[in-house]
């Protein structure tokens, strides 16, 4: 099934931020609670936009959700040593978001998560930005999902992000990640394919139907996770139905129930 990776507490969010600023717990429970009711299978916690402050936001954030809620944590920085200090405070194996080959990064966090037991996202971003066409995006999961095997990390707990790209500038990105999941999917069946999708709208009006029409197209390619918001019906709807019309979804129980459930409407 689909794994939805909940994306709502992030700080760059108005509502999270001034939450984690004013540390109001409450806000935040309530807010990681609905995220796993509406079927998050993991909960993203990116503490990263009130600069000089990640550290002990992400701290305060992750003793204030781990409580409240059952599912793993994704922890989401950039920084290599923001991942280490919320890897040692999780009780449950996390997601690690992410691993790139940006050099700094990679060298940083593959002696870290050499041996560990934790799900990893590996960015398809090097030292010279984003990937330009499918074979681009392809050879970086390639190396990323090998360098990644090497250290113990088995390629069902690798979820490649091919990073999406505005169709606004260039018609041809939609195209190019699209090859490039089905591509990664036939070389690696047991890896995942997630990633954000907001990107593929920018620049464009009405984004929301941009992204959630994209999602289904991704879904046929073989993506199986994203980083979206579990709390948008219709997002969900669509990834709900995309699962069934994929053969996912044995007997269309999920489907059912989320009609039954009120979450999805015509
Ligand atoms: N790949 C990976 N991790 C990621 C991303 C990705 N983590 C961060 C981001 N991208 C995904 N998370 C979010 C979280 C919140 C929002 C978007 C992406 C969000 N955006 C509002 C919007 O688009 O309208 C604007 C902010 C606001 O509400 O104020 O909510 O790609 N591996």
Known sequence: MFEVIGERINTSRKKVQEATANRDADYIVDDVKKQQAAGAAFIDVNAGARIGHEEEDMKWLLETIQPVVDVPLALDSPDPAILEMAFAMVDKAPMINSISLEKERFDTMMPFLSGKTCKVIALCMDDNGMPSSSDDIIARADTLVKELNNIGIPTDAI??????????????????????????????????????????SYGLPQRKIINRTFVTLMMDAGMDSAIIDPLDDKIMAAIKTADMLLGKDAFCMNYLKSVRAGVIES
């Open 159 to 200: 979820y490649v992000d091919p990073l999406v790209q505005p169709i606004s500038t260039d018609t041809n990105k939609g195209i190019m990640v699209l090859d490039a999941v089905r591509s990664i999917k036939a070389e690696y069946p047991e890896v995942h394919i997630t990633g954000g999708l907001s990107n593929i």
